[in-house]
């Protein structure tokens, strides 16, 4: 099978897989990320196969429905694609990027190791802010029966992963706990620009949002 079939298959698979997954990890979100990484990946030296596989497996070992080690060592992944005629180099490589995003321990960020896994995470990253991410943090947030925005609470600063699964606060305070912070931790030039106008974007929802809030308008 050549790499375009690969690609093609796996993507079917990811669809398969995900299309009854709800709350932000759906097969369009995985979608959104493959192309958002194809996009970026164009103006980077990359191994472009490398990329769009590592996008739509960048879920699949996800720590929310995988077990610990799973996850940490992108084990569903592997199973995937040992069933190809692909060189132990690429699928370590591709495995690492998806147990790297998947990873939430420690304080939470692990450098992406090579210029194919930051152009994954920034896609995946992009695909948190914007308009994008604000609808997927309704949808999420909803789905947890979380407020929309609660005035009296303030939004914390989370310090360690813990603190920030066991958070039952208002989607509002998602914005400042995580979505606002994304910008500054693009790895690329081309997902730094693009997250400039998601970033203004959000801002300008949140002023709007205030404002009819306290009847203002
Ligand atoms: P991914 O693994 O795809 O990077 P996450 O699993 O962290 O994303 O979250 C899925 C989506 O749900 C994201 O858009 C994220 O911002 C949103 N989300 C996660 N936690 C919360 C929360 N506490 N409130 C609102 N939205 C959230
Ligand atoms: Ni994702």
Sequence with gaps: MNKEEIIKKTAQYIEKTFVNSHSGHDWWHMWRVWQNAKLIGKTEKVDMFI??????????SDWKFNSKEDSESGTQARQWLQQFNLDRKTIDHICDIVATV???????TVEMKTTEGKVVRDADRLDAI????????????????RLMHNPHEKPKKHHTTQDYVKSTSSTINHFYEKLLLLKNLMNTESAKRIAENRHKFMEDFLREFYSEWSGKI
């Excluded at 998947?102 to 939470?108: D, E, I, R, T, V």
């Excluded at 914007?130 to 029966?145: E, L």
């Design 102 to 108: 998947s990873f939430k321990g420690a304080s939470s």
């Design 51 to 60: 990329v769009e596989m590592g996008a739509l497996l960048h879920d699949i």
């Design 130 to 145: 914007g308009a994008m991410g604000i609808a997927r943090a309704f949808a999420y947030g909803g789905s947890q029966n």
